[in-house]
């Protein structure tokens, strides 16, 4: 199956500070999403992107669809510590309907 | 709203066993899928199903199976468990199978086959 790098695999940051993480595959996706799960549920959707370049943001996230629609990036801003959880990307091929899902990014926020 | 709901929500289970991880949705979304989750491994694709009396395999599909009888059920069965199916399994859910395909996910079964 296709292979997304999600990096980094876990962060230790300070409340207030800012996040980044980002995706990247060999193969050129044309949606990318991003999910958060928190322990013993399943994942939930914090953006969506359809095109190369997009930005978008829901509240102090915010996401990128790579120019190169091979790589997405979320960033967090003012880190609070209810965004602990783990974070993964997913990728849509423009040839199917499968998504593939990174294999996480585990964060922690130190009040 | 109850979105999607699986049952059960743990399960231990002998190897050799069947079981079925039952899934229902009540958002009328067309597609619908069932994930494994391992720890380093992220979510893979197991089944899925496009609309009612259609499905297709995964990424893992190997000693599982699925049924779409009407839009809102997607039971997954393994039909004699074994040790390397301990995981955690994820139904999930979207409006259609192509474009604009956000998925939603249900609070996920754990099930350890000893």
């Known amino acids: 199956g296709q292979q997304l790098n999600q990096s980094p695999q876990s962060m230790f940051i300070q409340e207030g500070e800012d996040v980044s993480m980002n995706c990247t595959s060999s193969s050129i996706f044309n949606t990318w999403l991003w999910y958060k799960q928190e322990p013993g549920e399943g994942p939930v959707l914090l953006i969506a992107l359809y095109k190369a370049g997009e930005l978008t943001s829901n509240g102090r996230l915010t996401a990128q669809f790579g120019i190169t629609r091979k790589d997405s990036f979320l960033n967090i801003s003012a880190s609070i510590p209810s965004d602990v959880g783990i974070y993964f990307c997913a990728g849509q091929l423009i040839a199917g309907n499968q998504f593939y899902f990174g294999t996480g990014t585990s964060l922690t926020v130190i009040p | 709203i109850a979105g999607i709901t699986q049952a059960p929500t743990s399960q231990i289970l002998a190897a050799g066993r069947r079981m079925t991880l039952r899934c229902t949705q009540d958002?009328?979304?067309?597609?619908m899928y069932w994930y494994r989750q391992d720890l380093g491994l992220g979510l893979r694709l197991i089944h899925y199903s496009n609309t009612a009396g259609t499905t297709g395999k995964g990424e893992v599909p190997d000693g599982y199976s699925v049924s779409r009888a009407n839009t809102d059920d997607f039971p997954l069965t393994l039909a004699s468990a074994v040790p390397s199916q301990t995981s955690v399994y994820f139904c999930?859910?979207?409006?259609?199978?192509?474009?604009?395909?956000?998925?939603?996910f249900g609070a996920g079964t754990r099930l350890s086959v000893l």
């Open positions: 958002m009328r979304h067309n597609a």
């Open positions: 999930a859910s979207s409006p259609d199978g192509t474009t604009k395909n956000i998925q939603y």
